[in-house]
């Protein structure tokens, strides 16, 4: 089951100017995102409340979003302000909103109770706006059920295989990194650490190395977003001693936000220590390259995982900060379900 009553990335500030829109389904239902002229933002279901038109095929008109079948318009709560043709407006005729906040750059969306909404409750991410970083937005759409993608980014064995070419580096090291695996407050921290390895295209690019590096991975799970800290410093510069600022760092927000069962939202994005505006270009450039490259694994796996769903998974134990993600999701729907058992009551 899906946690529902908690805040999901739903885009990026910069996707969305004054009076635009976007569609996008999350957690199966249709909704559009809107921004009036004042830049004030909205989510209101996809669904013309009279003839099911989606109402991201319309326009924003000053406050409202209107439908382009029949002209009806809606404000951001959903309340049905006008209908061309009549003056007379149905009690019925309003739809469903959501919640919406925006911060650090991030568009969050609450498809929840709304009454459990606490709008200071999600995630924090500074860094986007942090002049010591610069940060670059995208996003990918998967087709797979999300955890699948939480499972990709939590085991990074992957990279000798799947990324050889950009972030990969030194397959041996990869498989003797030193890993930890705790709980934190709200979720889980995996820490690996390669130490004394070559490095990868991706940091000669940025940083010049000329020798061997000590290089460190920190996989943060926030829920609901995930933060991988990577980077590399010189060997026995100070890597693990918390003094990294003269090495090569980066920090990916990777936000996996459900479309429907089987189909998911991957907004990323990628900041780095790497000021120079050309360098940062090439970063982001191969950082893209490299989540390109697990789009169509996790596509494969999913296909194959439809073809028995009954069928069970091993896990390995570079699994292991991906299992414990899965039981903190795992707790927070339960914890949800009682909640509503005892509503019902
Ligand atoms: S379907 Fe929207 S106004 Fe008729
Ligand atoms: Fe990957």
Redesign the pocket.
Known sequence: MLPKDQWYVAGWSEQLGPSGLVARRFLNEPVVLFRTAQGVLHAVEDR?S????PLSAGEVVGDAIR?P????EFDGRGTCLRIPSQDRIPPTAGIRSYPVVEQDDIIWIWMGDPALADPTAMPRHPWHRDPAWSSYYDYYHAECHWQLLMDNVFDLSHLAYIHPRTIGGDPAAHFGAQMETRLTEKGVMVDRRLPNCEPPVTYVAAKGFKGRIDRWQEIEFDPPVIRIWSGGCDVGTGAYEGKRDHGFSLLGLHAFTPETDRTSHYFWTMSTNILDPELAARIFHQTKVTIGEDIPVVKMQQQRIDDDPSRRLIDIASDAGGVQARRVIAALAEAEAKRAQSRAV
């Open positions: 013309c009279h003839r099911a038109m439908c079948y029949h002209g009806i």
